[in-house]
């Protein structure tokens, strides 16, 4: 059962490029050993007391819905993050449509001692290889735009890899792919990519329907108050994943802060 996806849409034209960039650039070699793994699914699952969920803080320098976001130094958002109680760090690694680069991921995976997850439309096993190469304690699987085959080497390779996947799905017919092709943690994201367009009723409508079939469920984007959180918490997610709202303040730490404080916010 394999999902044809539709040629004209964003998504579509990222994953196009993506796959052109590949076949131009060949293998890439590690420059830096290999630091030993952090444990990201156990993260994502930690019990922390007073808090509302457990985040994964995003850092990026612009999106193709949000625009340019305020804060250049990466490094120090992601050490703002971390203080404020997030579980992980994301960092966005595409450099055409989010102004991010591995060296992003270098460094932020340097300045914490969260789990870091790379952000990134990853369209082939060997650059699951390369990340874990790099020290990534997880990569991002996009289900909507791979293919059932594709999308079951990857979750397998990355777990020869010890690379935590995050498989995400924007629709229920894509998290069953997701589950299908192996997944252990699955992402809903709110926001659809081939249009940009966010619902946050998504990942609440669609992970009860899951509920019990993965280890791991995640609510993505578009989430912006502690109502957001605790409603993601009681529709059983176990974690969330928050970018925009946090970058668009001038202390993303602080805004987190908040985020995760009742009856305060941003
Ligand atoms: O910035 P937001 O709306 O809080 O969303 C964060 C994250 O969910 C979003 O960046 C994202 C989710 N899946 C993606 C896939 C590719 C690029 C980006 C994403």
Known sequence: MSAPV????KLEA??????????????????????????????LTRHRPGLPIN??????????????????????????????GACAISVLTDDVDFGGSLEDLLQVRAAVSVPVLRKDFLVAPQEIE???????????????????????????T?????????VEAHTQEHAERAL?????????????????RTDIATALRVIPLLRGRAKTFVAESGLKTHEDFV???????DAVLVGESLLRAPHPGEALAR????????
Do not use: W
Request: aromatic share 4%; charged share 25%.
């Open 14 to 43: 990222i994953f196009a490029r993506k796959r052109r960039e590949l076949a131009a650039r060949g293998p890439r070699v590690a420059e830096h050993p290999r630091p030993p793994g952090r444990d990201f699914a156990a993260a």
């Open 130 to 156: 390369e990340s874990a190469a790099l020290g990534a304690d997880a990569i991002l699987l996009i289900a909507d735009a791979l293919e059932d085959g594709a999308l079951a080497e990857m979750v397998a």
């Open 180 to 196: 299908q092709a192996g997944a252990e943690l699955v992402g809903i994201n709110n926001r659809n990519l081939a249009t940009l």
């Open 231 to 237: 409603a993601a918490r009681s529709a059983g997610a």
């Open 6 to 9: 539709p040629p004209t849409d």
């Open 259 to 266: 985020l995760l404080t009742p009856g305060k916010t941003t």
């Open 158 to 166: 990355a777990r020869a890899c010890r690379v935590a996947a995050l």
């Open 55 to 84: 985040v994964i803080a995003e850092v990026k320098r612009r999106s193709p819905s949000g625009g340019d976001f305020p804060h250049t130094d990466l490094v120090s958002v992601a050490r703002g993050y971390e203080a404020a």
